[in-house]
Nanobody
């Protein structure tokens, strides 16, 4: 069973950057698709980005061109590089994995394992 730990969140001014990490403890990390979701206070958890085991990537329109998802299978770690951050990016960011890459990758229910989340706060 995969265990995921996110890190790298924090407080940053608008226009700044952060890099989130998602460290996985299970075996065969390279066989899993990895996604980032985020959840703002009082809102639903929403899709941010996903990377397949073949390193195909998809992004939410709201982050396209500003965020980059990547993975290092040798380190069992995925990343989310976030540039030009905006106050509306403020949320708890979660990583999630799934062995099966589903066409509904933008839905939280498409992923089997979740981390505890890391807080990202962007001040104006």
């Amino acid at each position: 069973q995969e265990q995921l730990v996110e890190s790298g969140g924090g407080l940053v001014q608008a226009g700044g950057s952060l890099r989130l990490s998602c460290a996985a403890s299970g075996r065969d990390f390279g066989d899993y698709g990895v996604a980032w979701f985020r959840q703002a206070p009082g809102a639903e958890r929403v899709f941010v980005a996903v990377i397949s085991r073949g390193e195909i990537t998809y992004y939410a329109n709201s982050v396209k061109g500003r965020f980059t998802i990547s993975r290092d299978n040798a380190k069992n770690t995925a990343y989310l590089q976030m540039n030009n951050l905006k106050p509306e990016d403020t949320a708890i960011y979660y990583c999630a994995t799934s062995f099966e890459f589903r066409t509904t990758y933008y839905l939280p229910g498409s992923f089997d394992y979740w981390g505890q989340g890391t807080q990202v706060t962007v001040s104006s």
